[in-house]
């Protein structure tokens, strides 16, 4: 399979600071790529690298198998760019600001203004098209830059924080729009909220201090948490002492520990080694008499494991 992203060892070196640090990675068609974590990272920079927006100290990055420093128009033709902040010129309209970047992609007449047209429709701007941008919310001056972004079906996308400053109805919109485009595409988003990794990537990247720390599904991220296959279970009355104490002593069981909402506090029942527990602590319980209100098994917990994993950079 051709890789439709390839970062070969990218560096990036501002005077004496060492923001990226070789970082190495492939992203193919039908896969997002998250991109994960704290401030000052090297989330923005690497992605600005591998867009061709910046150039590289060291290393470089291929879009569809074209070099973005060597072969910049080529590459920049098979790809969309939201950058941070989503700059635009603000006393245009989005419907003149699209216009104007369908021209720069050579779309003339009729294409130009149906592509105008169809990337608006699918990012919802058409209340504000002939509004000046910089009158806009913050959330629809996100969207006039996805909708440029998307204006001419790259094969590749790189959208960084794409739902930043969008209301709820807004996120879930755009992770809807992510998710139908990923089957065609390659995408790499970056995003300091960790459900929406969960919504929509097929994988996730950890990073910090410059340096890849983690990469891997959603899923196999989630099995690193200590919460992964722990049982949540919560009574119609509480939980007593000896049901606690009982709990702690079954095989492959880790720790027990109280916790929930405010209003339905259980136990939290951690297993050793990710085993399934939820059999034997639900019939634990039963036979101790307890009404059982909830019970249910846990995944894990990305903000744990994101944590843990950049504490030690931090």
Known sequence: MTHLIEIHGLAKRFGPVEAVKGISFTVDRGEVLG????????????MKMAAG?????AGRAVICGYDVVKEPL????KLGYLPEGAPAYPDMTPAGFLSFIAQVRGYRGAEARRRVEDAAARVELGR???????????????RVGLAQALLHDPEVLILDEPTD?????????VR????????????IISTHILEEVDA????AMVIAQGTVLADGTPGELEARSRYHNAVFVRGLQPLSDAVAGDLAGLPGVAAVESGGRADAIGLYVLARDGIDLLAAVRDLVTRHGVAIAELRLE???????FRDITAARN
């Open 74 to 77: 080529q590459a920049k033709r």
């Open 176 to 187: 809807e729009l992510i998710q139908s485009m990923a089957r065609d595409k390659a995408i």
């Open 35 to 46: 991109f994960l974590g704290p401030n000052g990272a090297g989330k923005s920079t690497t």
């Open 128 to 142: 504000v098209m002939y509004q000046p941008i910089e009158t806009l919310s913050k959330g629809f001056k996100r």
């Open 53 to 57: 927006f910046l150039a590289p100290s």
């Open 165 to 173: 400053g969008l209301d709820p109805n807004q996120k879930h919109q």
């Open 200 to 203: 929509v990537c097929t994988r």
């Open 299 to 305: 995944r894990g917990r990305l903000d744990g494991v």
